[in-house]
């Protein structure tokens, strides 16, 4: 099962930061790990993926720099202090809403 893009709308960017909280990434390592940590359910394309990095980087919730990889010139990204006090107070939000939430889905499934 795939999540709607409408359900992932308001959680794609928390999923970023949190992706990049541990270490420094470069896109198309973001979206791989994102792919990977979701089982596959969750997909962060190209579309998607560059415009929150931009949004998140202007309101200095992250940081970027190039760098030469194996000979290839990459963009990486890392979390800001300020990105880490936002991820954290969004995981406490995000736990708050899930328990509030379930309980109007359980007789749905």
């Known amino acids: 099962m ?4 409408e359900l992932l709308k308001g959680v794609t960017k928390n999923i970023i930061l949190a ?3 541990h270490k420094e990434m470069y896109g198309y390592d973001i979206a791989k790990t994102v792919k990977e940590k979701s089982n596959a ?3 962060v394309g190209e579309g998607s993926l560059y415009p ?3 949004e998140l980087e202007k309101k200095g919730l ?3 720099r190039w ?3 194996g000979g290839r010139e990459r963009k990486y990204y890392t979390i800001t202090p300020k990105g880490s006090k936002a991820l954290s107070e969004a995981a406490k939000e995000w736990n708050v809403f899930s ?3 379930t309980p109007f889905f359980s007789r749905a499934v």
Do not use: D, G
């Not at 795939?2 to 893009?5: G, L, P, Q, R």
């Open 2 to 5: 795939k999540f709607s893009s």
């Open 19 to 21: 992706t990049i909280s």
């Open 41 to 43: 359910l969750v997909e």
């Open 52 to 54: 929150a990095l931009h």
């Open 62 to 64: 992250i940081k970027s």
């Open 67 to 69: 760098m030469v990889v």
């Open 99 to 101: 328990k509030t939430i």
